[in-house]
């Protein structure tokens, strides 16, 4: 399958800062990412979805002021967390997917974000 | 409305034993797709089988296999000769091709434990 990196797989950084987090496809071009979140022992919730080029659609509830998504290239997209707070402690993880809705998506390695 | 129930939050299995876990969706798209994936406690999501809406044959890799049954909306995933490297969580999920821009939708997961 297509590779999907991920970084930093686990940062730790402190309250009120930002953190960015990177999801690169390697080896295709990534039309469509995915950022979700998922807490310990649950499932992985989607944030918002990014098309190349243009804003992310977000899912009810999260807030797109918190989490920036920007999707320049058709093989980068980064989450940045702003004015992080110990509760957005959490495993983020992307997926990517090149081409139409029924092509398969390929998930990153996750990044374990901690907040002190 | 939950459109993935995973009602199964553990489960444990005999190593070598065959290990059936459970998953209901709910649509009103005709073209979507049904999912597997494990978690191990690395974090990462290995995909480990796909069954199209249209698939009338049950798909199977390797030791896995899908029971799709359309008209009862499930898809249960049948692991066969556990293996104690088989200790993970398990996600079922969706794509619906038409509605929903083609995001995956995860249930609640599965924690199966393999004894030995």
């Known amino acids: 399958g297509a590779v999907v990196s991920q970084h930093p797989s686990r940062v730790i950084c402190k309250s009120g800062t930002s953190v960015k987090i990177e999801c690169r496809s390697l080896?295709?071009?990534?039309?469509?990412m995915f950022w979700y979140r998922q807490f310990p022992k649950q499932s992985l919730m989607l944030m918002a979805t990014?098309?190349?080029?243009?804003?992310?659609?977000?899912e009810q509830g999260v807030e797109k002021d918190k989490f920036l998504i920007n999707h320049a290239s058709l093989t980068l997209s980064t989450l940045t967390v702003t004015s992080a707070h110990p509760e957005d402690s959490s495993f983020y993880i992307c997926?990517?997917?090149?081409?139409?809705?029924?092509?398969?998506?390929?998930f990153g390695q996750g990044t374990r974000l901690t907040v002190v | 409305a939950q459109k993935i129930t995973q009602t199964q939050p553990g489960m444990f299995v005999q190593e070598k034993e065959a290990v059936t876990l459970d998953c209901t969706y709910d649509t009103s798209d005709q073209s979507y797709g049904l999912f597997w994936y494990k978690q191990p406690s690395s974090g990462e999501m290995i995909f480990l089988i796909y069954?199209?809406?249209?698939?009338?044959q049950n798909a199977t890799e390797g030791r896995y296999s899908l029971n799709f049954q359309k008209a009862r909306k499930s898809a249960n995933l049948v692991i066969s000769a556990s293996q104690l490297g088989d200790s993970a969580m398990y996600f079922c999920a969706m794509r619906e091709n038409y509605n929903q821009g083609g995001k995956l939708i995860f249930g609640q997961g599965t924690e199966l434990s393999v004894k030995p």
């Open positions: 990014s098309n190349e080029g243009s804003k992310a659609t977000y």
């Open positions: 997926s990517a997917r090149g081409g139409g809705v029924d092509t398969e998506a390929f």
């Open positions: 080896d295709f071009q990534a039309t469509t």
């Open positions: 069954q199209g809406s249209y698939d009338e």
